[in-house]
């Protein structure tokens, strides 16, 4: 159960359950604000640790918060001779999302949005929380406007050429924006004689479908109760039940296959939000885990893929001998790998304080096999 909060408002005592997909405590400061604030004030409060309650109208809420985020931008930016680490960065984000997410908006019992020409967005709501169980909520502004989006990206779906149509994420679900990674899954020559795979962390489930169009029979795991449900629409909407079966797992399922694919987080370090577990590894936990599994579960003769990008290395957080050398001691060999250079807007954007790594970034599909 979400936690309480209280504020005074108009002489009374208001209570609402906080709401925080990344966790984020109850705010100890709350002020209620509406249209005669400005966006100078705002972002001193914030930036002084107070939570604004909006209480204006919708359309202005939505523009003063395009105007904070301008001003975090420019707070939270990198200046001449700052060390460009990837630590750094990660503090600068967390900072600035930390204080845009002290402006806040009340939610009904039923999602209901209670301010001057709010759009409905109850059906994104419950999308993403299930059934309302009738409180009032508060929750960032932020966090709202990134279920409604996460809606209408569901609605819309993301055309993905290997698989014959679009992947529809859902809330909390990574989307497959960069195409690179999926292409070296519907490209590389599959072993000799492959009629099944598994698709460990299938997460939206388009790599599933990419193998199912390759003509494999598929066993997708996960372990999210979002990214289960999400993949299964997916294969439902695809017409691909019958080559795709989706369980919950804690990476494999039982069994072996003479092909085990894994596309895991990409960056060992700790995620913020529940979203960021598809970007994030913790310690490369789950890199290790699918290494260290992958031989109990080869047929023999098969091969693991293990799509992954150099990023980390670039950024000193993990190095190429260490990748190596937990292949090696997994019991496994490199066969091959596959690479190929990302297109997305971040590798050419010099404005990025992660630019010169990026720059260098390639993503790979790994070959490996048991020893």
Same mark, same amino acid.
């Given at each position: 159960m979400n936690p309480l909060i209280e504020w005074p408002e108009n002489g009374q005592t208001r209570r609402a359950r906080w709401?925080?997909?990344? %966790?984020?405590?109850?705010?100890?400061? +709350?002020? @209620? @604000?509406d249209d005669s604030l400005t966006a100078d004030a705002a972002f001193a409060a914030l930036? /002084?640790?107070?939570?604004?309650? &909006?209480?204006?109208? &919708?359309?202005?809420?939505? #523009?003063?918060?395009?105007? +904070?985020?301008?001003?975090?931008?420019?707070? =939270? *930016? =990198?200046?001449?001779g700052d060390e460009r680490s990837f630590a750094a960065h990660r503090q600068r984000q967390g900072q600035r999302a930390a204080l845009l997410a002290r402006l806040l908006v009340p939610l009904g019992p039923d999602y209901k949005l209670p301010l001057r020409r709010a759009q409905d967005v109850r059906p994104a709501c419950r999308e993403a929380w299930g059934k309302p169980d009738g409180s009032n909520s508060v929750l960032a502004l932020r966090e709202l406007l990134a279920v409604i989006s996460a809606h209408e990206w569901r609605k819309k779906g993301v055309p993905v050429a290997a698989v014959g149509g679009s992947i529809h994420p859902h809330y909390g679900v990574f989307s497959p924006v960069r195409g690179e990674y999926v292409d070296l899954v519907a490209q590389a020559p599959l072993p000799p004689g492959c009629d099944l795979a598994f698709d460990? %962390?299938?997460?939206? %489930?388009? +790599?599933?479908?990419?193998?199912?169009?390759?003509?494999?029979?598929? @066993?997708?795991?996960?372990? *999210?109760? #979002?990214?289960? @449900?999400? *993949?299964?629409?997916?294969?439902? #909407?695809l017409g691909l039940t019958e080559k795709v079966s989706v369980v919950e797992a804690d990476l494999f399922? /039982?069994?072996?296959?003479? +092909?085990?694919?894994?596309?895991?987080p990409w960056l060992p370090a700790q995620p913020s939000s529940p979203v960021e577990y598809a970007v994030y590894d913790p310690d490369s936990h789950m890199l290790r885990g699918f290494l260290d599994g992958l031989p109990a579960h080869l047929a023999p003769g098969g091969e693991g893929w293990l799509i992954m990008s150099d990023l980390a290395e670039h950024l000193g957080l993990r190095s190429r001998e260490d990748l190596l050398h937990w292949i090696d001691q997994a019991g496994l060999c490199v066969l091959g790998r596959i690479d190929t250079r990302p297109t997305h807007g971040k590798a050419q954007d010099r404005s990025d304080p992660l630019h010169a790594a990026r720059a260098r970034e390639i993503t790979s599909l790994w070959r490996l096999a048991a020893q």
């Amino acid at each position: 159960m979400n936690p309480l909060i209280e504020w005074p408002e108009n002489g009374q005592t208001r209570r609402a359950r906080w709401r925080s997909e990344a %966790g984020l405590a109850p705010p100890q400061l +709350l002020e @209620v @604000v509406d249209d005669s604030l400005t966006a100078d004030a705002a972002f001193a409060a914030l930036r /002084d640790g107070c939570a604004l309650l &909006w209480r204006g109208d &919708w359309m202005n809420g939505r #523009r003063l918060i395009q105007e +904070l985020t301008r001003r975090a931008d420019r707070h =939270f *930016a =990198f200046k001449a001779g700052d060390e460009r680490s990837f630590a750094a960065h990660r503090q600068r984000q967390g900072q600035r999302a930390a204080l845009l997410a002290r402006l806040l908006v009340p939610l009904g019992p039923d999602y209901k949005l209670p301010l001057r020409r709010a759009q409905d967005v109850r059906p994104a709501c419950r999308e993403a929380w299930g059934k309302p169980d009738g409180s009032n909520s508060v929750l960032a502004l932020r966090e709202l406007l990134a279920v409604i989006s996460a809606h209408e990206w569901r609605k819309k779906g993301v055309p993905v050429a290997a698989v014959g149509g679009s992947i529809h994420p859902h809330y909390g679900v990574f989307s497959p924006v960069r195409g690179e990674y999926v292409d070296l899954v519907a490209q590389a020559p599959l072993p000799p004689g492959c009629d099944l795979a598994f698709d460990i %962390g299938t997460g939206s %489930g388009v +790599l599933a479908a990419v193998l199912a169009r390759r003509g494999l029979n598929v @066993v997708a795991t996960d372990m *999210a109760p #979002r990214a289960l @449900v999400c *993949a299964t629409e997916n294969i439902e #909407r695809l017409g691909l039940t019958e080559k795709v079966s989706v369980v919950e797992a804690d990476l494999f399922p /039982d069994g072996r296959a003479p +092909l085990v694919v894994c596309n895991p987080p990409w960056l060992p370090a700790q995620p913020s939000s529940p979203v960021e577990y598809a970007v994030y590894d913790p310690d490369s936990h789950m890199l290790r885990g699918f290494l260290d599994g992958l031989p109990a579960h080869l047929a023999p003769g098969g091969e693991g893929w293990l799509i992954m990008s150099d990023l980390a290395e670039h950024l000193g957080l993990r190095s190429r001998e260490d990748l190596l050398h937990w292949i090696d001691q997994a019991g496994l060999c490199v066969l091959g790998r596959i690479d190929t250079r990302p297109t997305h807007g971040k590798a050419q954007d010099r404005s990025d304080p992660l630019h010169a790594a990026r720059a260098r970034e390639i993503t790979s599909l790994w070959r490996l096999a048991a020893q």
